[in-house]
């Protein structure tokens, strides 16, 4: 009997892990089109329709019974799966999770209380734990321990979005715009909250170093760096400004596209980290 790591499509991690996940797609809706997320729509293609479109796409949770699908299949192998899901403040599907889980007691469903690359390191974590042989209950109550020391940090390129989604007035966005403003946010409590505000993008990258240092990193554990749009560029400009925090230090720097749950309401050009913090500043 094995241990498998079932995920949504909105947790963002790197391909030497997810090629070992098994993934749960929400739905992305552009008008009156949905698409499964991941499946008939990619990432680079969801950005080059959010980038060029005037509508502000939808996310819709996965339900119950596309999780009952996966845990069938793994109970009719003998295996055991945990599952790991956006955070239940963002979206339902960590209820659809827990409902389809209650047939199934070989399936334990945990609440990364974070998204994107922030439930990544998690599912990275995760997935590292089982081969290291720990087993499901004692893995399920290790996550939800760690899951409050995982952090994710970003700034946003433009508040264009956040005024469509309804997040923000016009005025506030047009102010932002011609004074050059770039948010940071992070996850707390399972929300996203403003840090604060830097203008332009140099001193919005050095605050998200700031940010970083007073959290400190545990590089034993996943790290991972993401962004969003259909270019890296504004990711590859802050890695060359951070260098410090990642030379000799980590021994690949692992880089996603984000989530379209994020990418809805950052819009494109927006960087983002997500780490463990080390033990001497974990909550």
Excluded at 10 to 24: E, G, I, L, Q
Excluded at 53 to 71: E, H, N, W
Aim: proline residues 3%.
């Amino acid at each position: 009997m094995s241990i498998r790591i079932i995920t949504d499509s909105t947790v963002d991690a790197d391909a030497s892990y997810t090629n070992k996940f098994s993934v749960v797609p929400l739905t992305v809706s552009f008008g009156e089109k949905d698409y499964s997320d991941g499946v008939d729509l990619s990432k680079q293609d969801f950005y080059r329709m959010l980038e060029t479109g005037d509508v502000l796409p939808k996310t819709s949770q996965a339900p119950p019974d596309t999780f009952a699908r996966i845990y069938r299949e793994l109970r009719d192998k003998g295996d055991e799966a945990i599952v790991i899901t956006v955070s239940s403040r963002l979206s339902g599907t960590f209820q659809s999770a827990l409902i389809a889980a209650e047939d199934f007691p070989n399936v334990r469903v945990v609440d990364s209380r974070n998204v994107s690359i922030g439930s990544g390191v998690l599912a990275e974590y995760a997935q590292q734990c089982v081969e290291q042989g720990m087993g499901l209950d004692e893995l399920t109550q290790h996550l939800i321990r760690k899951r409050d020391d995982v952090c994710l940090l970003a700034r946003l390129d433009t508040l264009e979005y956040l005024k469509k989604g309804g997040r923000i007035s016009k005025t506030t966005a047009f102010a932002g715009g011609v004074l050059n403003i770039k948010p940071v946010v992070t996850v707390k409590d399972g929300d996203v909250v403003f840090l604060g505000k830097a203008r332009g993008s140099r001193k919005a990258n050095n605050f998200l170093v700031e940010q970083i240092n007073l959290n400190g990193i545990d590089y034993a554990k996943p790290v991972l760096l993401g962004y969003t749009g259909t270019s890296d560029g504004m990711l590859r400009e802050y890695i060359s400004e951070s260098r410090d925090l990642w030379e000799g230090k980590v021994d690949r720097l692992c880089c996603e596209q984000l989530c379209s749950v994020i990418g809805t309401h950052a819009g494109p050009g927006g960087v983002a980290v997500a780490f463990f913090r080390s033990s001497d500043t974990a909550q």
